[in-house]
């Protein structure tokens, strides 16, 4: 329980300040904050990652300001769905960390446009989606190096 | 997670998966960039909320608003690319979107708001046509 409210904690943060970072894309996000979801989606369970994008998206939202804002339900509900199809194609045993990761970023994007798509009552905004998920297969793999890191903090916690 | 049996196999899934995501939306992306220009005309149209409530042919600059008359942003359209500056939103997303060509888009979501390039009526595009059976 510890463990999740740091990772709460941290991703929270890195979600809020993410912002400030650079994207080509104009509102865009690299989408850093989802290493830990990703870290608990493949190696704790489902639940502990839909705990941790909904807390997250939360309070990183509240942080930067954005709460109940188009760009929030937007982030929200495609963190959400990466939690959940991270943690389902997880126990496939089909995919590594990378792999879980890029389909995580699918799901999380698609989800986004889907909602973007739905709020503006157009389907103009998918001309973007090709180069966010271009962008966002980079960033996975970053998300998944950032996991196993991770992984091996906790592995020589234990050995401790 | 190294010592699994089937590790090399999910290493190989992972950089298939890689390459084939890379791959699908880098041409995508370049198709849909460079690809259909052709396809627009000069007419810049303005949406909101799904419906269009603005249009226009000639260079110039207007202020934007909503159906309840409240501003949301400044379009600028020089016969060639179009821009906005100023918007009552926080993002101000359309803002940094920058200049657009025919082809791109500016979209605030907030406002439920599309500002793109008119496309071409089929009849308009000729190269449409193959064939004309009458």
Redesign the interface.
């Known amino acids: 329980m510890v463990t999740l409210g740091v990772m709460v904690a941290i991703s929270s943060v890195v979600y809020a300040l993410e912002g400030l970072i650079p994207f080509p894309v104009p509102g865009g996000k690299w989408g850093f904050s989802n290493f830990l979801v990703l870290y608990l989606s493949f190696f704790s369970g489902i639940t502990n990652g839909i705990i941790l994008a909904v807390s997250k998206s939360l309070l990183g939202s509240i942080l930067s300001g954005t709460i109940l804002t188009p760009g929030f339900f937007m982030g929200f509900l495609g963190s959400l769905a990466a939690a959940i199809l991270q943690g389902a194609v997880a126990k496939l045993d089909i995919f590594g960390l990378s792999g879980i990761s890029i389909i995580g970023m699918l799901a999380n994007n698609i989800v986004q446009f889907l909602v973007g798509s739905f709020l503006i009552g157009s389907p103009a905004i998918y001309t973007l989606l090709p180069l966010v998920i271009f962008l966002g297969s980079f960033s996975a793999l970053a998300n998944a190096y950032l996991a196993k890191q991770t992984e091996k903090v906790f592995e020589s916690l234990e050995e401790r | 997670?190294n010592d699994s049996p089937?590790?090399k196999a999910?290493?190989r899934?992972?950089v298939t998966?890689?390459f084939l995501?890379?791959l699908t939306?880098?041409i995508?992306?370049l198709v849909?960039?460079f690809g259909k220009t052709m396809n627009f005309t000069d007419t810049v149209i303005v949406?909101i909320?799904?419906e269009m409530r603005y249009q226009f042919s000639q260079p110039g600059v207007w202020e934007i608003r909503n159906s309840q008359r409240q501003y949301i942003t400044t379009l600028h359209y020089d016969g060639n690319q179009i821009w906005v500056t100023d918007s009552n939103c926080?993002?101000r997303?359309?803002e940094?979107?920058?200049r657009v060509k025919q082809?791109?888009?500016i979209?605030c979501?907030?406002n439920?708001?599309?500002i793109?390039f008119k496309k071409k009526d089929r009849t308009e595009s000729s190269d449409t046509t193959d064939v004309q059976t009458w």
């Open positions: 997670m089937n590790y999910k290493i899934h992972d998966l890689f995501v890379v939306a880098g995508t992306f849909v960039r949406r909320d799904g926080p993002d997303i359309c940094k979107t920058g082809g791109g888009n979209i979501v907030p439920k708001m599309i793109e």
